[in-house]
Each structure stands twice: as C-alpha cells, then as structure tokens.
C-alpha cells in the first residue's frame, strides 16, 4: 500500500524558513517524480514543486521560484522541500504527491501558518 | 494554461447524474486528470488522460473531451459522491488547477 506522510509544519514569522519532510513506503520510491501541492484555508490547490527520480531536474512555478528547493534522498524514500523566506500568503496545508505527471497518491497534508 | 471549471456548486440527489466542466486556456491535448476532495480523506486521483479511470475508480465516473473542453459526469450519484472535485492539466508547467466544484446533497 502507497504511503505518503508529511511532517515538519508549524508556526514559522514571515521572512523565516521552515522544512517540510515526507516519508514514500510501499512503492520504489527511486522510480518515480514526487511533488508538493498546497491548499491555502478555503482555496483551492495549487502545485508547488516537482523533483525528477534522480533529483537532477526540479521544477517550480513563479509563485515560490528562488524561495523554494525540492529534494529527495532515495536512500531513504524521503522527499523535502526547504521553504525560505516565508510570506504570509504562504499560509497553507501542504500535501506530499506521487508524480508521473498527475497526482496518483497524495499524503493526508502539513500545515503551515505564517504569521507573525 | 489557465483551468476554468463550471459550476462553483452543484446540488443534486442520489441516483441522479451530474456533468462538471473544465476549459483549458489553451490546447492540454488529453493531458488532464480529475481529483475528488472529502474531508479527513487523502485526496483521490479518479480520472487521467482526459478519460482513462484510475485503478479503483468507480465505473459510474467517466471523463470526456480533449483540446481545450472537459466533462467530468458522474451517472447514478451515491452518498459518497458528495465531495469537492478538481481538474488539474499537466500538459505543461506550471501544472495548474480548475478553482473545484463542491457537489453537495440538495
């Protein structure tokens, strides 16, 4: 069975970072691209981040580009993403997702709330 | 590619069928996928490539369209069914989202 669990959220002020963690079992994590969406309270979802299998390749949109990093230690079937220089519009429920193009298993989410 | 989904909200009864829409700004080819949404519940993948159901999808779902306009329809609505539904294009980045359709109990 596909597992997906997120950790690391919390409480963070603006202009300060945080890391996200999420730990893959039940598939070979090392095949596969991994994502991070998020859910701002009330909104609708939003991709952030996409990592390639061997981490050599990432992908973000305009929104968290230069404040984001995705990585992954397939040693450990973990996937991070270094969030820096937080805002408030950052506020949001951050998901952990399989990623062979579509989203075919998500994790249960982390919040993250940014305020001061 | 900008994701325009129809309607916000939609009630409806069980038993009945139910259509939602969703406009690409631009051609996606078949490179979409459907979501549903439930509280306390990982979010479910349902429908990829425009209409190829995800292992354990239900065959009540059914997805259409390609190019630019989507349909996903539910025939024969179950209590279940009631939940909050996304479309999303992964044609190319940034991957980006319809604003969802809350299909709720009228």
């Known amino acids: 069975e596909v597992q997906l669990v997120e950790s690391g959220g919390g409480l963070v002020q603006p202009g300060r970072s945080l890391k996200l963690s999420c730990a893959a079992s039940?598939?070979?994590?090392?095949?596969?691209?991994m994502a991070w969406v998020r859910q701002a309270p009330k909104k609708g979802l939003e991709w952030v981040a996409t990592i390639s299998t061997s981490g050599s390749r990432t992908y973000y949109p305009d929104s968290v580009k230069g404040r984001f990093t995705i990585s992954r230690d397939n040693a450990k079937s973990s996937l991070y993403l270094q969030m820096n220089s937080l805002k408030s519009e950052d506020t949001a429920t951050y998901y952990c997702?399989?990623?062979?193009?579509?989203?075919?298993?998500w994790g249960q989410g982390v919040m993250v709330t940014v305020s001061s | 590619v900008q994701m325009t989904q129809s309607p916000s909200y939609l009630a409806a009864s069980p038993g009945e069928s139910v259509s939602i829409s969703c406009k690409a700004s631009?051609?996606?080819?078949?490179?979409l996928a459907w979501y549903q949404e439930k509280p306390g519940k990982a979010n479910k993948l349902l429908i990829h490539?425009?209409?190829t159901l995800q292992s354990g999808t239900p065959s009540r779902f059914s997805g259409s369209g390609s190019g630019t306009d989507f349909t996903l329809t539910i025939r024969s609505l179950e209590s279940e069914d009631f939940a909050v539904y996304y479309c999303q294009q992964y044609n190319e980045y940034p991957y980006t989202f319809g604003a969802g359709t809350k299909l709720e109990l009228k």
């Open positions: 631009k051609s996606i080819s078949n490179n």
């Open positions: 490539s425009g209409s």
């Open positions: 039940g598939f070979t994590f090392s095949n596969y691209y």
């Open positions: 997702a399989r990623d062979p193009r579509y989203f075919d298993y």
